[in-house]
Nanobody, 125 residues
Framework: QVQLVESGGGLVQAGGSLRLSCAAS????????LGWFRQAPGKERECVVH????????YYADSVKGRVTISRDNARNTVALQMNNVKPEDTAVYYC??????????????????WGQGTQVAVSS
């Protein structure tokens, strides 16, 4: 089992950058595939980026391609989301998620067993 805690949300101006972190506790972090999801008011939760435990087969949503980087540090049990050139439409609650599966298609919320509590990101225009 793994517990996930996000940090780094807040208010950002459009065009700026943000970095979200997710700290994991529990065993076997390196064996988990990890995803960042977001949910805007009135919308479904969507996958922003996913990285498999092997780091092979990384997924990026079309809406963030070229602006987002995911990185994991298995020694520190952390995964980070770096987003540049943020836009007002990036406003959402961002969630970190983990699964024991490797995914090679568009990730779904149903693919993940473990979730963090979320961190709010607001982008002002």
């Amino acid at each position: 089992q793994v517990q996930l805690v996000e940090s780094g949300g807040g208010l950002v101006q459009a065009g700026g950058s943000l970095r979200l972190s997710c700290a994991a506790s529990g065993d076997g972090f390196s064996r988990y595939s990890l995803g960042w999801f977001r949910q805007a008011p009135g919308k479904e939760r969507e996958c922003v980026v996913h990285i498999n435990w092997s780091s092979v087969g990384t997924y990026y949503a079309d809406s963030v391609k070229g602006r987002v980087t995911i990185s994991r540090d298995n020694a520190r049990n952390t995964v980070a989301l770096q987003m540049n050139n943020v836009k007002p439409e990036d406003t959402a609650v961002y969630y970190c998620a983990a699964t024991m599966s490797s995914l090679f298609r568009t990730p779904s919320v149903f693919d993940y067993e473990y979730w963090g509590q979320g961190t709010q990101v607001a982008v002002s225009s």
